[in-house]
């Protein structure tokens, strides 16, 4: 069983700052890319920002220069720091993480409950 757990939301000031943290656990034998998604009300969910296991990393143009993802290999941790948080940054955020389970397992790509994040204005 693999479980992703995020944690770090909650209500902010816009300009404000939060830390997002998402952990793997479970039986895994290593990880690949890990992100971030968003889903606001009434829209698709969205990239927000993802790294690869050689820590190369993608954000979405909205997000540039505001959030920066990270992550602790050994914890199996993915992190997203989001600064100067907007309005149109409230949404539900989830953590996702493409694994193998063991040595020879297909990669399979695991999803978070989500969090909820909320910027007033």
């Known amino acids: 069983q693999v479980r992703l757990v995020e944690s770090g939301g909650g209500l902010v000031q816009a300009g404000g700052s939060l830390r997002l943290s998402c952990a793997a656990s479970?039986?895994?034998?290593?990880?690949?890319?890990m992100g971030w998604y968003r889903q606001a009300p009434g829209k698709q969910r969205e990239l927000v920002a993802a790294?690869?296991?050689?820590?190369?990393?993608t954000y979405a143009d909205s997000v540039k220069g505001r959030f920066t993802i990270s992550r602790d290999n050994a914890k199996n941790t993915v992190y997203l720091q989001m600064n100067s948080l907007k309005p149109e940054d409230t949404a539900v955020y989830y953590c996702?993480?493409?694994?193998?389970?063991?040595?020879?397992?297909?990669?399979?790509?695991?999803w978070g409950q989500g969090t909820q994040v909320t910027v007033s204005s």
């Open positions: 996702n993480a493409d694994l193998r389970r063991t040595l020879r397992s297909t990669i399979v790509l695991y």
């Open positions: 790294i690869t296991s050689g820590l190369s990393t």
């Open positions: 479970g039986s895994i034998f290593s990880i690949n890319d």
